[in-house]
């Protein structure tokens, strides 16, 4: 029995596993195995919106084996730790497993650019557990803050950076703001709206990369009226326990930084044979094969096609890399020629919080109230299953009515001093 293994349960992943499913659907002697360490697709383009608890965390996943429903693919949840690519072998957490062609789609992770102290003193933004953590770090330092006298104290509670000025930053500031203005600075009677300060630091000239320089323009507008300030050409050169440092001069005082400037490839990606780009990702050729490797095929974030450099790290790519890839594995079985990935541009909608984006598709460029309307409409149409589909769009029509939800779930209080613990 030939053996064909994907791996990682993300957007280029999950398309390849469910296009092998349907193009073998008659070779029974195929074993298609998927293995993840997570059993369900993340929805990252609404990850921003758990920070403010505009949307559950749970109605933005899907579970693979409710993905999965009729298909034969067998799912495996492990961690994928090294490919034995000479031995055509996987080294598992538990144990390991041949294969005779292998998908590798296992994401990308953050990059710190090694400045000094941003892995210990920084939030990471790229998981759900993440999203979840920032969530309560945020209602927890306004809990605090409430009822905190020092004002050198409260003016760092309620400073908070992000670091990278591209769409997950500014995603994430502007729905942090949404929920700091619109909720928290009415509830909270000890907190006043002037008090709370957000800003975004981005190393280059420029914002919001890829909606071009009208857009971002605009973007940019938007982001002074609604009180975030943005300054580019600030490179955080440090980042302290209670303080970042730009250019290697200034240095704000805050509570919390939050690191969404670089990404790299996984280690598992790093670790492969052959040629990489500066950022480690696998370069692969117009098939996405890897290099003296014929049967290894790298998709999505890990991938870095000789042909399409240009292509951005998002999901239309993964998907479409996951497509070309899965075809190519059973053109490679028949002999047949394989196909090419071309990178063809779908454009970008940014969303700016409640009521405003901008969206920049097939050369038509708007901003506002309806490019918001359209950034909803397609990410609600984009989500997996109508269960997803109607838990998002609930929680989107309660946050039009209701306050926002800020009750702290995960972490019980203990006190600082002497370690005693409240209700656990
Ligand atoms: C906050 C945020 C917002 C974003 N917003 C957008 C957006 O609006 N639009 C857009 O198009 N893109 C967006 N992106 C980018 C998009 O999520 C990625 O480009 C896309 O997910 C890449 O797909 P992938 O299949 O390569 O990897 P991923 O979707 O990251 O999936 C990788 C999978 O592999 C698993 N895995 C990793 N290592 C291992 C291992 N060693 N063993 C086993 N399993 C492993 C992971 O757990 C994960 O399930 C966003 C990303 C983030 C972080």
Request: hydrophobic share 45%.
């Amino acid at each position: 029995m030939k053996r064909v293994v994907v791996v990682g349960a993300g957007f280029g992943g999950l398309q390849a596993i469910a296009d092998l499913d349907r193009i073998l659907r008659g070779d029974r002697g195929i074993e298609i195995l998927l293995i993840s360490d997570q059993n369900y697709l993340l929805f990252t383009p609404l990850l921003p919106q758990i920070a403010s608890s505009y949307t559950d965390p749970r109605h933005i996943v899907q579970a693979v084996r409710e993905i999965r429903g009729r298909r034969r693919f067998r799912f495996r949840r492990d961690v994928v730790c090294f490919v034995d690519a000479p031995n055509r072998r996987l080294v598992l957490e538990s144990g390991w497993i041949e294969y005779d062609s292998l998908i590798l789609a296992p994401g990308s992770r953050t990059d710190y650019f090694h400045t000094p102290g941003a892995r210990e003193n920084t939030w990471d933004y790229k998981s759900l557990q993440n999203a979840v953590e920032l969530r309560e770090r945020i209602i927890d330092l306004c809990e605090h803050a409430d009822h905190t006298e020092d004002p050198s104290e409260r003016r760092s509670m309620l400073t908070f950076v992000v670091v990278g000025g591209g769409y997950t930053g500014i995603e994430l500031i502007t729905e942090m703001r949404d929920f700091l203005f619109r909720y928290a600075a009415r509830t909270y009677r000890g907190i006043q709206a002037s008090e709370i300060r957000l800003l975004v630091l981005e190393a280059t000239q420029d914002l919001l990369r890829g909606v071009g320089p009208k857009l971002a323009a605009h973007a940019r507008k938007r982001l002074d009226v609604e009180g975030i300030e943005i300054r580019t050409s600030s490179r955080v050169t440090r980042v302290f326990e209670g303080a970042v440092e730009i250019n290697g001069s200034e240095t704000i005082a805050t509570d919390t930084v939050i690191w969404t400037a670089g990404v790299r490839a996984s280690e598992l990606i790093e670790s492969l044979p052959g040629p990489h780009d500066r950022i480690g990702r696998a370069l692969v050729n117009a098939h996405l094969e890897l290099e003296g490797y014929p049967e290894i095929f790298v998709v999505g974030d890990s991938a870095a096609a000789v042909t399409a450099p240009e292509a951005p790290r998002v999901a239309p790519v993964a998907i479409e890399q996951g497509r070309v890839a899965a075809r190519n594995v059973r053109h490679l079985w028949r002999g047949e020629p394989l196909e090419s990935f071309a990178y063809e541009a779908q454009g970008m909608l940014v969303s700016l919080g409640m009521n405003y984006a901008v969206v920049n598709i097939a050369g038509i460029k708007v901003s506002g109230y309806f490019a918001w309307l359209f950034w909803n409409a397609v990410h609600l149409y984009k989500l997996v299953g109508l269960k997803k589909q109607l838990q998002v769009a609930g929680d989107w029509a309660l946050g039009l009515i209701f306050p926002r939800d800020a009750a702290i779930v995960r972490s019980p209080r203990r006190c600082k001093l002497c370690g005693t613990a409240g209700k656990v």
